[in-house]
């Protein structure tokens, strides 16, 4: 079991997606992301195995929940800067985790 203080130390935030593109060097399918955090944050990139229920065309400009301090992880010749948040299916069908509602990027998930 986590702390509540543990919790507390994993900064969750709304950001956009402003870029997708193909992954073709990923071990299983994936786009590269490219995340607008806002002014605070900045912009931030992302490795996520999303093909299966998303065209890269309806991912831009979805507003989507990002762990954005964990260490960077190299991922091939790809520097993933956050971890995207999603539910996982049984078959590894992720569905993203998103706000309901336009919102101001970089605002913090409590």
Known sequence: ?????????VEMRIGT?????D?????????????D???EIGIRKSSAQITKRYSKEELIG???VAVVNFPKKQIGKFMSECLVLGSVGTDNDIV???SDKKVENG???G
């Open 62 to 64: 979805k507003q989507i």
């Open 96 to 98: 993203l985790l998103a």
């Open 17 to 21: 997606i402003v870029e997708v593109n």
């Open 37 to 39: 955090f806002g002014n």
């Open 107 to 109: 605002l913090k998930i």
């Open 23 to 35: 992954f073709p060097e990923a071990r299983k399918p994936a786009y590269q992301l490219t995340i």
């Open 1 to 9: 079991m986590l702390t509540w203080e543990e919790f507390e130390k």
